[in-house]
């Protein structure tokens, strides 16, 4: 009688153990996949900044919705504030002539600085 006691509640740990276990997993795949979302759309904007003219309304908003949509996946605070202010820079002074350097130095030090955690 006390083996089988024993046996239950062995195995009842082991099972709110592996729920948790699992949780803790999803978690981090899931904070995984934000940060390659975000790098996505960091390199989505690179790419549009380099090969439009973003001195055109449309290709600036376009700009503008890539970044925003990175900030939305960032979770990285110091790197999110670096991206909302890039994403203001590009909303309020993105026809200075020289908006498109500085929008591609600031989206390549993000996207090289901004990777998921190593395994």
């Not at 026809?95 to 395994?119: C, G, M, R, T, W």
Request: glycine fraction near 2%; hydrophobic fraction near 40%.
């Amino acid at each position: 009688m006390k083996k089988k006691i024993i046996l239950c509640f062995t195995v009842v740990i082991l099972l709110v153990a592996s729920f948790f276990a699992g949780s803790y997993v999803k978690e981090q795949k899931q904070n995984e996949a934000r940060i390659y979302r975000c790098r996505t759309m960091i390199s989505f904007a690179i790419d549009k900044t380099e090969k439009e003219n973003i001195d055109e309304p449309s290709a600036r908003a376009a700009l503008a919705s890539n970044i925003y949509a990175a900030y939305q996946y960032c979770d990285d605070v110091t790197t999110a504030e670096q991206i909302h202010d890039l994403w203001n820079f590009v909303l309020n002074e993105g026809d200075n002539s020289s908006a498109k350097e500085i929008v591609v130095q600031e989206l390549n030090a993000i996207f090289n600085s901004y990777h998921p955690p190593k395994k």
